[in-house]
């Protein structure tokens, strides 16, 4: 029996260490699940801001397109409506000049909103700058989370590899709701505010 019992202990130690290690284990993958979880719900956040980067370029683009072609036919009119004026005053039409002139001082008009719409739509690119910093930012998270569970997997400390990872880490400055389609501000405001103050 004396021979059995230190076989005994010495298996009975083995299986507590043994349970000591997959207890460890457990624990530590329970701790990655939270990192996991968080990384996986930023990763659809990030592509949502991706895509919606794609269509309000695409839009912006688009109405400043139609908007330039307006502007370009506006001042086709307009070169129309000067060479008729050259026409009236040669003939001695003083009388048509006028209303002519009001049609290309209203076509004139309109070119200057539609530049202004066209100043306004390049915009576009401060808040797509805004909206790429905040899903960049989702990306680095994720990318940060995912090496901190590498850094548990090959049991590096948490520590150490929070360190190496903060280092990597750009700052950036973004608004996460910036939209091109959803502004609370529009130009007239803006013009009202200048022309009382002035």
Request: negative net charge; glycine residues 4%; contains cysteine.
């Amino acid at each position: 029996m004396s021979e059995n019992q230190p076989l005994q202990f010495k298996i009975q130690e083995e299986i507590t260490e043994l349970a000591a290690s997959v207890n460890e284990i457990v624990s530590r993958f329970r701790e990655l699940q939270n990192p996991l979880r968080e990384s996986s719900e930023k990763v659809p956040i990030a592509t949502e801001q991706l895509d919606k980067i794609s269509e309000q370029t695409e839009a912006a683009t688009h109405q400043m397109l139609d908007r330039v072609e307006k502007i370009v036919q506006q001042v086709e009119d307009s070169k129309k409506g000067l060479d008729e004026i050259k026409v009236y005053t040669k003939d001695g039409r003083t009388g048509d000049i006028s209303a002519l002139a009001d049609v290309l001082i209203e076509k004139a008009s309109v070119t200057c909103n539609d530049a202004y719409i066209i100043m306004d739509a390049l915009q576009f690119q401060d808040i797509t700058s805004q909206q790429m910093n905040h899903a960049a930012s989702l990306l680095e998270d994720i990318e940060f989370r995912l090496q901190s569970i590498m850094g548990a997997l090959k049991g590096q400390p948490d520590d150490e590899a929070d360190g190496d990872n903060q280092q990597n880490k750009r700052d950036r400055v973004y608004d996460p709701h910036a939209d091109l389609f959803d502004k609370r501000t529009d130009q007239s405001a803006i013009d009202d505010i200048f022309a009382r103050k002035g």
